[in-house]
């Protein structure tokens, strides 16, 4: 029972870092009806490039965070202005395979530099634990909570307490109609994929710190990101949130009950379970005409 | 002749053309590195056409047709151990169970995932490629885990080794294509298009949509398993992340979208084109990582070059050409 409670605690600490990259990709497809399929690999970048910074000027990974935010988000600038915007027709499917050969670019980019073995982000947190109850917990996975709800409360601040988060959330609802009232969507697109590439970053840090990976870990990631936001309801930001709590939470602790290699299968197992019941997702709104 | 009558003996043709290369290949150039990438040329041909029936046809793009492929090969690859089938030909006999199958597995998959639309069928399909990877993976009993799973050897030597996989290739695109003829001008077909053009329309109107939807789903699913069951024996190893590998889901996508998505020739086009440019890629790149890099490139060039594909661009500009040729024709002859 304490090990189901372990695995509980554990699975919300590490829901937390979920929700954070899932409901960037859930921005990005609510914003501007893309699936990007090279969400994954925007946080193994971001993991490589904390990486990269802590191995040249030795500071702390999460410190990193000051300088891989910024440049992921001026990164995301650019790939939207070239790759994203010039899709006029069949948006949505053409988008999945430009995200995906994105996807594809960054991991010859970073084999090609890291190399293809697996690295970690070091810290003296990730070993260290204290104790509750009669267990005890890494302070990684409180640490990246707590960034991680940090930073989407910065994001719901901006989302709903700021003229220019009323812009986004216009181009979410209808983007013809934000077109109309004069919201320019191309710059709101442009600076949604920089904010979903910014907290990608964020969350490849905490990622890179729990987990051993190499440029193909993202997909790995992207098939979990993927299946939280279609559980959420697809473009539903609490949708992502409560999504991944679920899903890391039952992950888990099927992995103490049943065994760790089933873990994962929950994942698919529950997506399955709420499509029969809901195809739209917990969150969702049921798509009657094409998106 | 009238331009039509010529346009109709030259396509007849060419076609023929092809079809006479493509079944003489073997003996026009027999160096197993040739064939070698006849066979997986082939392959894709296959795999494409097979793609386009549901992708193309229905607009419903599936990332996951990687885990009929996988699926396919690993029932070829179970069967032959369980029935203990000596190598040589017979083991192609059995493609088509492989085949039924994997359209067992589709009729199950498609029931759920179908009831999903557009971006999240895309991710449903994804997942589902995903899970079918874990299960090769976790069933070691079954399938043999991550140890993987060995297909008789066949006793072929040398030259001769690729010649059986690739008639085998050739005989399962063409029965692809011959089914995406038959569906593309069928009622059957004309359902599928107007599912794409407007799904609730089409229902409005008395298309069986859910029906139509499946059963495109699983004629193309059963294609894809049985070209990974040829390929299963073909390689004569398979592992999970081997052979239910993204990469293949995406290029056969991929080259359905560079011939020209919901045609019958641009699938074939697509991978003629691009499946060697792969291979070329690999062979010459694979062993940095960049080719990655270079695939997402040419990859990026297409879509955002040619986001409507070859067929429809080629056959907008001839038509073009047709009727400016058609405007200029009465004043030639008023000379």
């Known amino acids: 029972m304490t090990l189901v409670l372990e695995a509980a605690i554990l699975g919300v600490l590490t829901g937390g870092v979920y929700a954070l990259m899932a409901s960037g990709l859930t921005l990005i497809f609510g914003v501007m009806r893309i699936i990007n399929v090279g969400h994954g690999a925007l946080v193994v970048l971001g993991a490589y490039l904390s990486f990269a910074v802590t191995r040249s000027i030795g500071i702390d990974p999460f410190l990193t965070l000051f300088i891989t935010m910024p440049v992921m988000f001026l990164l995301g600038l650019v790939l939207q202005t070239v790759f994203i915007r010039p899709l006029k027709t069949d948006r949505e499917a053409l988008s999945v395979l430009v995200t995906y050969a994105l996807a594809l670019g960054i991991e010859g980019i970073l084999g090609y530099i890291f190399t293809t073995n697996y690295v970690q982000l070091k810290g003296w947190y990730e070993t260290t634990s204290f104790p509750v109850g009669s267990f005890r917990i890494a302070y990684v996975y409180v640490f990246g909570f707590v960034l991680c709800l940090a930073i989407l409360g910065a994001m719901f601040f901006v989302l709903y307490r700021t003229t220019f988060g009323s812009s986004i959330r216009a181009t979410m609802l209808n983007r013809t109609a934000a077109q109309l009232v004069g919201i320019d969507v191309d710059r709101v697109s442009a600076v949604a994929f920089g904010i979903g590439m910014a907290t990608a970053a964020a969350g490849g840090v905490v990622f890179g710190i729990t987990t051993a990976f190499n440029p193909g870990s993202h997909y790995d990631l992207i098939s979990r990101l993927l299946t939280i936001i279609v559980l959420g309801g697809l473009g539903s930001m609490r949708g992502a949130i409560v999504a991944a709590l679920i899903m890391l939470v039952s992950e888990d602790i099927t992995s103490v009950v049943v065994s760790p290699v089933w873990a994962s299968f929950v994942f698919f197992v529950i997506l399955v379970v709420v499509l029969l019941v809901r195809p739209q997702g917990l969150y969702g709104v049921r798509v009657r005409d094409r998106l | ?335």
């Open chain 2, 1 to 335: 002749m009238s331009p039509v009558a010529r346009l109709n003996v030259l396509k007849v043709g060419g076609l023929l053309l092809v079809f006479a290369v493509a079944l003489a290949l073997p003996a026009l150039a027999p160096d197993p590195a040739t064939t070698n990438i006849a066979v997986f040329t082939m392959m894709y041909v296959g795999l494409a056409t097979a793609w386009n029936i549901m992708g193309g046809y229905t607009g419903y793009i599936s990332l996951g047709h990687a885990g009929f492929f996988g699926f396919g090969s690993y029932c070829l690859g179970l069967l032959l151990a369980h029935l203990g089938t000596a190598a040589g030909y017979a083991p192609f006999m059995l493609v088509p169970l492989a085949g039924l199958a994997t359209a067992i597995l589709a009729f199950a998959v498609g029931w759920f995932a179908l009831r999903t639309r557009a971006a999240t069928f895309v991710i449903v399909t994804i997942a589902f490629m995903f899970m079918l990877q874990l299960l090769a993976e976790n069933l070691v009993g079954l399938t043999g885990g991550g140890g993987g799973l060995s297909f008789p050897v066949p006793p072929w030597s040398g030259d001769y080794f690729n010649t059986p996989y690739y008639y085998a290739m050739l005989v399962l695109a063409l029965v692809g294509l011959g089914t995406s003829w038959l569906i593309r001008h069928s009622k059957f077909g004309l359902g599928l298009l107007a599912i794409r053009d407007d799904e609730d329309k089409a229902l409005a109107v008395g298309v069986p949509t859910p029906a139509f939807k499946l059963t495109a789903f699983i004629v193309s699913a059963a294609l894809v398993g049985m070209i990974g069951g040829v390929y299963g024996y073909y390689v004569t190893y398979i592992y999970p992340q081997f052979v239910v590998d993204p990469l293949i889901g995406i290029s056969m996508v991929l080259m359905v979208f560079l011939g020209g998505l919901g045609t019958i020739t641009g699938p074939v086009l697509g991978a003629l084109i691009l499946e060697p440019a792969q291979l070329w890629l690999a062979y010459n790149y694979g062993a940095s990582r960049l080719y990655l890099v270079l695939y997402a490139a040419v990859f990026l060039v297409v879509i955002l070059v040619l986001p409507r594909g070859i067929v429809p661009s080629a056959s907008d500009f001839l038509a073009r050409w047709r009727a400016k040729a058609a405007a200029s024709a009465p004043a030639a002859t008023r000379q």
